[in-house]
């Protein structure tokens, strides 16, 4: 069982990005799941959350209003629709379920210039 994360890629600002996140369904199916990033020279930071069922997601305060995040349980993916880019945006996104023990997936590249 593995995370794998797609949909990376360069943009320019105030463009738009889907990362996608697909696991197996028994990890999908029982766990809350999460979006990290990690921009060079900083720790990996907490970007958004959402419940097993999908009813309740959290944002980090930057991102508010700009990122969902959102799960399809028939593909047994966790998305991340990001709006409005800006280049501190740029970083390496990582997808996560809580409590699954799943090491860390390979990332996907987020990088927003002009």
């Known amino acids: 069982e593995q995370l794998v994360e797609s949909g990376g890629g360069l943009v320019q600002p105030g463009g738009s990005l889907r990362l996608s996140c697909a696991t197996s369904?028994?990890?999908?199916?029982?766990?809350?799941m999460r979006w990290y990033r990690q921009a060079p020279g900083k720790e990996r930071e907490l970007v958004a959350s959402?419940?097993?069922?999908?009813?309740?997601?959290t944002y980090a305060d930057s991102v508010k209003g700009r990122f969902t995040i959102s799960r399809d349980k028939t593909l047994n993916t966790v998305y991340l629709q990001m709006n409005a880019l800006k280049p501190e945006d740029t970083a390496v996104y990582y997808c996560?379920?809580?409590?699954?023990?799943?090491?860390w997936g390979q990332g996907t590249q987020v990088t927003v210039s002009s």
């Open positions: 996560y379920a809580v409590g699954s023990g799943l090491p």
């Open positions: 369904k028994t990890i999908f199916s029982g766990m809350p």
């Open positions: 959402i419940s097993t069922a999908g009813g309740i997601t």
